[in-house]
């Protein structure tokens, strides 16, 4: 082993945007201290997930955070690859661990990468931010899960060849949990309805919605990942619009 040096983000000066829960890593200040720890051979920990405003308010960088954090550090050391060590050994058409034997891809670009991870093995935003600085990622299998088959390179198309996957019209299948069903009635049909609906959705902190296209004065609208009950949900939207009348249709759809 070596000597290890740990920092929290006020030492290394993590600077992000003044958005609770989905701040945006704008700055790394002290990139000079990490630097010189590397160069003394030191064993640098850092911290994920998190950054601190200009005023010093410690903020989260939303859900796979700590991968934007790798990345914007990769970038300001100017690094030529960052590699995950995750707990599945790379990406594939669907959630591998949903299904064990899936096919993992051995190499792709930003954007399949994207529309493959979905934000469920990488963030989407750290897919971004290293396609903007021509960082190549790597994804694979932890060693304390298990053992590792290649796992996935991320690049450049310009970069390699024969990348994957080959053109078709479905590149990956994602599953979903959480979610409900909920009519809506009483919607009038006439312009800037549907916009009031969501911007209710919107204000009880339901984290995603899809509107189905009928209007014959009913809206299904399926909340996904609700951070709350459903019922709790309904009862918030009726308060908003007495208009409105609502009917939890399914609560906890497969």
Same mark, same amino acid.
């Given at each position: 082993?070596?000597?290890?040096i740990?920092?929290t983000s ?14 945006l890593?704008?700055?790394v ?5 990490i630097r ?14 998190? &950054?601190?405003?200009?005023?010093g308010?410690?903020? $989260?960088?939303? +859900?796979?955070g700590?991968? %934007?954090?790798? =990345? ?8 030529a690859?960052?590699?995950f060590?995750k707990?599945v050994d ?12 899936a ?13 493959v991870?979905?934000d469920v093995?990488l963030?989407d ?8 600085h021509a ?26 060849? &024969? ?7 479905? $590149?990956?299948? +994602?599953a979903?949990?959480? %979610?409900?069903? =909920? ?17 209710a ?5 339901i ?11 009913l ?16 009862r ?5 619009d ?11 759809l497969?």
């Amino acid at each position: 082993g070596g000597a290890v040096i740990p920092f929290t983000s006020q030492q290394v000066g993590f600077i992000g945007s003044d958005v609770p829960g989905s701040a945006l890593l704008k700055q790394v200040r002290g990139v000079r201290y990490i630097r010189q720890a590397l160069a003394e051979q030191k064993i640098v920990i850092l911290p994920g997930f998190q &950054a601190v405003t200009s005023r010093g308010t410690l903020m $989260t960088l939303g +859900r796979g955070g700590s991968d %934007l954090t790798a =990345v914007g550090i990769a970038v300001v050391l100017k690094a030529a690859c960052c590699t995950f060590k995750k707990d599945v050994d790379g990406l594939s058409p669907v959630d591998p661990r949903l299904v064990p034997d899936a096919r993992i891809y051995q190499e792709l670009d930003y954007d399949q990468a994207r529309d493959v991870s979905q934000d469920v093995v990488l963030m989407d935003r750290a897919i971004s931010l290293a396609q903007a600085h021509a960082v190549t990622l790597r994804v694979a299998r932890s060693p304390s899960i298990g053992p590792s088959h290649g796992g996935t390179t991320i690049r450049n198309a310009s970069t390699h060849d &024969a990348l994957e996957p080959e053109p078709r019209s479905i $590149t990956s299948v +994602r599953a979903h949990q959480n %979610l409900a069903l =909920v009519k809506v009635l009483g919607v009038p049909d006439r312009p800037g309805q549907a916009a009031r609906l969501f911007e209710a959705v919107q204000k009880i902190s339901i984290s995603d919605a899809i509107q189905a296209a009928r209007w014959d004065d009913l809206v299904n609208t399926y909340l996904r990942r609700a951070p709350f009950s459903a019922t709790g949900g309904l009862r918030a939207l009726m308060a908003m619009d007495k208009g409105w009348v609502l009917a939890l249709e399914r609560d906890g759809l497969d």
